[in-house]
């Protein structure tokens, strides 16, 4: 009983929770503290304090403070400083992008701090739900939770954190488009900034950015710079690293904007290599598609596609399917525990009511109004219930279609290199045109008739290889034109062989593109007997790459993991081949890589399920590619693969000839 009491003088000592950042030195005097502490009320204030404190400069140690504390906090069965712990972490969560994380704290520490009457924890738990709504774009979800905030920081007395609700309307009515109530909300944020010397109570870095956001909405360019170049100052004095990235973002943007291209790419590359360091993924995906764009301006199309490519990874993280599931997930699990309360509710009721009965009609009457004010509210949660589902099943739709534009980017640089070589051919045999026409013109002058007959015979040779090669690159052109466009759903004739090739060696030099050190033996056997068949190409192309990219990136990973055992005698090799069998065609795509496991089998065709690391695969390309072999051409799509040896993609498609 002593140690609880203890523990509880030293929260309310710490009632108000820190919204910014302690130095260096003092999260180093803390973590000596630490390792001479005796009591677990002592590491249990130290531990918040460090989870704090790490926040915005350093997530997994803060994290680590945070699971430590609450872990402390359930063995001394402390449920408002467990509470606190929770809405902290889910604070921290948040900022590297992980939303389902995020708000399942916040939602527990909402719970306990509702069931203890713990008035501080239930108003920041209330501002956090209001930043997740924020990210999620539901800004009007967002301005609520932020009012109700405000309000319980009013109650308990907590001046900085109305000022910090203040911001952040404001900052809802700057990302609406409102750029007067921005300005007017986040001044008054400013004012008060100026008034406390509190560097821990009001975060500098972040009001300088608002009210450079504001001034940038109102078209005053000057001021917005001078906002966001002061909040790196501030941020460098907090070691506040997410606020740093922040300002260091906008300032690029701004810069974009004003077309000033190198140093709106210089601060670009500042917001990336700082959120790195916090895995703050918002900023690394908004900076790297701001640089990819400028050095597409640049025409630098290498770098233009790494950092599109980090960016990808870094939506997947941020909006891939996983994390809408979770989200999904988790707001059906609070709307079912809010409809279980609302039943213990309805059930304490009714037996009140039939209590009252014996009274008389009157308190009938009663009752009955508030079970039918109860079923409105039921009847509008159900179309809230509704809507969610709709627009997540909207946002799924979205994925598949972005999964489908993915393999655009894996031709990309394929095509790049396949197309150099017939303009190559192009430009060589014309110069060589060029030189012949003059011995030619020489020839014809000196009455050398043979001679002139003879050159010219090379000139028409060199002017028919000019124009296969012309034709060549015209046929990878159209191909990649052809990819991109939506599928039109009507099959035509297709040379299935010409097709699995071009994939083939287009696969093979986008991922070169990417990795200068990749190898791979490709081979391919084609059925010539085959001909054309009745198939939709853009689909079936993007089944084939599908498989055929799948396949380098096993024999990649196996190889890399020869390298680093020293094994010389491992060959990288990726097969394709056509064969027909009777009236139908069977399209075999293998590899000798590491295979596939028996317990993944049974899985690899379902929606979302992937292998590969987070942020590499969005789990689609194969369930998309069983759908358009099936469903979209009456064919099949099967797998054989031995653990260790190799894997073999099989599809068989009917012949329907044009």
Known sequence: MKKNGVCIIVFICMASLSIGQLANEE???LKRNLKSAQHDSTRLSLYFWLADGY??????????????????????????????????????????????????????ALKIGEKINDKSTIAYALNRIGNIYMELTDYKKANEYYILSREHFQLINVTEMVHNEISNIGNVFELMGSPDSALFYQQIAFDASLITNDRNNYTRPEIMFRMGNAYKLKGNNEKA????????????????????????????????????????????LSAIQTGKKISFRKVIYDASILASQIFKIENDFERAFTYLSLANIERDSLTGNKRFQELQRIILDEQERQKVENAQKITEKNRIKQLVLLAGLAVFLFIGLLLYRNNRQKQKANTILEKTLTDLKSTQSQLIQSEKMASLGELTAGIAHEIQNPLNFVNNFSEINIELIDELKQELREGKTDDAVSIADSIRDNEQKISFHGKRADSIVKGMLQHSRNSSGVKEPTDINALADEYLRLAYHGLRAKDKSFNATMKSDFDKSIGAINIIPQDIGRV???????????VNEKSSFAKASSDKDYEPT???STKRVGNRVEIKVSDNGNGIP???????????????????????????????????????????????????????????KG
């Open 225 to 268: 710079l001078m906002f966001y170049k002061k909040g790196i100052v501030e941020a460098n004095i907090d070691n506040d690293l997410r606020n740093l990235s922040m300002n260091n973002l906008f300032i690029a943007k701004l810069y974009f904007e004003m077309n000033i291209t190198d140093s709106s790419l210089q601060y670009a």
């Open 598 to 656: 028996p317990k993944v089998l049974e899985k690899i065709f379902q929606p979302f399920f992937t292998t590969k690391p987070t942020g590499q695969g969005t789990g689609l390309g194969l369930s998309m590619s069983y759908d358009i072999v099936t469903k979209g051409h009456d064919g099949e799509l099967a797998v054989e693969s031995k653990e260790g040896e190799y894997a073999e993609f099989k599809i068989v498609l009917p012949v329907i």
């Open 544 to 554: 084939i790459l599908n498989l055929i990219t799948n396949a380098f990136y096993a």
């Open 27 to 29: 999260i180093i005097q």
């Open 574 to 576: 990726v097969s394709v």
């Open 55 to 108: 926040r915005f400069s350093n997530i997994d140690s803060s994290l680590f403070y945070s699971d430590q504390a609450i872990a402390l906090a359930d063995k001394l069965k402390l449920l408002f400083i467990k509470s606190r712990m929770l809405s902290l972490k889910g604070a921290t969560v948040l900022e590297s992008g992980k939303l389902p994380e995020s708000l399942q704290y916040q939602f527990e």
